[in-house]
Structures are given as C-alpha cells and as structure tokens.
C-alpha cells in the first residue's frame, strides 16, 4: 500500500505515513495513539486549571477518568446505531475500534450524562464541572481527528483547492467513501491513482482549536457557572453543522438522506444559546 499523503496546492508531501507501527512484534495503531495522547494533554489541562482555581484535583481526575471510559463506549456505540447495517453482520467489528469508529456526539451526550451523575454522588456543582471539562474535550477533539488522518478517513468531497488533499485511492479506509466525482478526477503520480478530497479532519481541528482559545480567553471572565461549556456547544455546533455537509462517510438518519450529525448540531446550538440566557437571567435576578 502507497503511504504518501499529498498537499499539492500547499507543496507538502509526506511520505511513508503509516496507519501503525510495530512494539516488540505487537501492532499499535496510530489512531490509538493519537486519541489516547489528545485524553493524557485534556486531563493534564483540567487539573492545571484545577489547581489554579484552588479545587480539588481528585475530584476532576475521577471525573475526568469516568468521563473518558464512558464517553468512549458512548462514542462506539453511537457509531455502531448509526452504522447498523454493516455491524448486524459482523457482530465481532463492533468492539475493534482500531480502525476507527467513534461519534464524537455519542460520546459527548453520554459524558454529560456521566458528569451529572458522577457531580450528583461528590455534591459537585455540575455547572462548574462542565466549564472545567470543556477544554479536556476540546483538546481531544484537535487531538483525535488527525487520527483520523493517519487512517485515511473522515475526508470530505472531491476539491482541488488551496487546501486540497491526495490520498492514494486503494488506501482509505472506505472505499464507500470514494465519490464519482472523485473517480472522475484521479490524480496519477508515479502510476498510483490519487483522490483528491477536502482535509475535513484538519478543518475540524483547526475550527475546534479556535472554540478553545475563545473559551480559554472567557475563563477568566465569564459571567456565570455553565457559560464556557454553553460557548463551546454553540461553537462546535456551527462547525460540525458546516464541516459534515462537505464529508462523504454522513451517518445518516433512518433511510433517509438526512446527516444525523447536522441534526444533532442543531441541536447543540440551540441548547447552548438557551442554557445561556437561561444562566445569565439566573444569575441576574440572585
């Protein structure tokens, strides 16, 4: 298998990127390295800001670590709801998540889910919390997608733009995912055929990594209890709703041709947006 990955438009080309890589005979994936870096850098984050808070750092290291084992299987199983038409035959797919796999939505809705429960047993203030465990997220959010990148997925429609991508035909990792347009637009270098594709993984982080640095500016100023997490739903909601409608592997909602990512993204932006004026009145009539 070809492993150059190309940005002609940007004259980069990166050769020999590989999807693992071999530890005294056993094969680790990059995607796992990856998603597990972006959860090491989140949790050290939280705790730094912990410490500076003056809080206690046991209590967001459990939260934190409750939070990552539920937020994954929430993530996996999300995945697999949405995928159920290739899973129902391959039962044994559903637990290998090497490959990749995981919704970020599902994982976000079963981690908030998990903090209230968690917050409910510590007598922790959940809208404290959730500030806290925004940026544990955001930064495995601009970690995890260049797993993405290493699996060759999560790729957007056909482009020959500043930022366009070439990615060997025979080395995605859908094949599905390969579009006509793409087809009818092949790029032969050296005798390899390439498609040519939107680098969406990279247009999510590089948006998620601006959601960050605005809430790592509010920190010290919000208003209220809640209100960086709210900004953070309304953010990422806007650009999840505008980066899905360019990627070719959409889950889709029951039979139709609706992508259930931009629904759920809708729907982030309208909670957060609510949370949020619903927050401040509080706190303006205490």
């Known amino acids: 298998m070809n492993k150059t990955i190309i940005f002609p438009n940007l004259h980069i080309t990166l050769e020999n990127v590989g999807k693992s890589f071999d530890v005294f005979g056993f094969t680790i994936a990059y995607y796992g390295v990856v998603i597990a870096l972006g959860m090491i850098l989140g949790v050290s984050f939280i705790l730094h800001e912990a410490k500076r808070l003056g809080q206690n750092e046991d209590d967001y290291l459990d939260l934190s670590i409750y939070t990552i084992i539920f937020g994954i299987i929430g993530a996996r199983l999300y995945y697999v709801i949405f995928s159920w038409d290739y899973y129902k035959d391959n039962l044994i797919s559903i637990i290998n998540i090497r490959q990749g796999g995981l919704a970020i939505y599902g994982g976000i809705l079963v981690g908030i889910a998990t903090i209230c429960v968690v917050c ?47 990615l060997p035909k025979d080395s995605v990792r859908s094949q599905l995912d390969i579009t006509q347009e793409m087809l009818d637009n092949l790029v032969n270098i050296n005798g390899v055929d390439y498609i040519s594709v939107h680098p969406t993984f990279l247009y999510e982080s590089l948006w998620n990594l601006g959601v960050f640095l605005i ?69 303006a009539n205490k």
């Open 120 to 166: 409910k047993i510590k007598k922790l203030d959940i809208c404290q919390s959730i500030d806290m465990i925004a940026f544990g997220v955001l930064i495995g959010q601009i970690m995890g997608r260049w797993g993405n990148f290493f699996n060759r997925e999560v790729f957007g429609q056909y482009s020959d733009g500043l930022f366009a991508m070439l």
């Open 215 to 283: 809430i790592f500016i509010m920190r010290k100023h919000k208003r209220f209890n809640g209100q960086l997490f709210f900004t953070y739903m309304i953010g990422y909601g806007i650009g999840r709703y505008i980066i899905e409608g360019v990627r070719t592997d959409q889950l889709k909602l029951g039979h139709t041709d609706i992508p259930v990512s931009q629904v759920v993204a809708i729907g982030m932006i309208l909670a957060g947006i609510g949370l949020s004026v619903y927050q401040y009145k509080k706190q």
